[in-house]
């Protein structure tokens, strides 16, 4: 046996913290309950229609192990060279693009840099929150809490 491309049919199994996928190769070749490689630290499934390659280890067709799993239509396109993203079907995307990090989840966007960091939508902290340096309010102010005059000058 060669390599194959696999298209994945969605049938997905996990035993003893490993992953087997299935799916049909070029020819109609089936393929049912093969080992998915993955790196380490990383875990992922799959979706129905994703393409890998099937590799016969030793040439035994009963000993393929599939590597891949990549879905052209749930690809984050336009990354740059050197970028990396790690991306999900429901268009949630973490990009690491040249001295930042961009994470997207469903259509709010953090953008994380070494100078500045800018969130976009409502956020909800709870928690203390620590200011070492100056705040810049463009809106109206609402505390729900007393407000503390820090330096005496009555300026609270």
């Known amino acids: 046996m060669t390599i ?11 035993e003893k913290g490993r992953q087997f996928v299935s799916g049909q190769g070029l020819y109609n070749d089936g393929f049912t309950k093969i080992l998915r490689i ?6 992922s499934v799959p979706v129905a229609g ?19 799993g990549e879905s052209g239509g749930h690809r984050p396109p336009g990354l740059p060279a050197g970028a990396s993203a790690l991306y999900d079907a429901n268009g949630n ?7 930042g ?16 960091w ?10 203390n929150v620590t200011i070492d340096g100056n705040l810049t309010c463009t809106g109206n102010g609402t505390f729900a809490g007393s407000v503390t005059d820090g330096d005496g000058d009555g300026g609270a």
């Open 118 to 127: 800018t969130l976009t939508g409502n956020a909800t902290i709870t928690g």
């Open 50 to 68: 994703s393409r890998g390659i099937a590799v016969p280890l030793g040439g035994n067709a009963d000993m393929a192990v599939f590597l891949g």
């Open 101 to 116: 990090i961009v994470i997207d989840v469903a259509g709010r966007t953090i953008d994380i840099t070494a100078g500045q």
């Open 38 to 43: 993955e790196p380490w630290g990383y875990a």
């Open 4 to 14: 194959r491309q696999i298209i994945l049919d969605g049938r997905i199994t996990e």
């Open 93 to 99: 995307i973490i990009k690491c693009v040249g001295t």
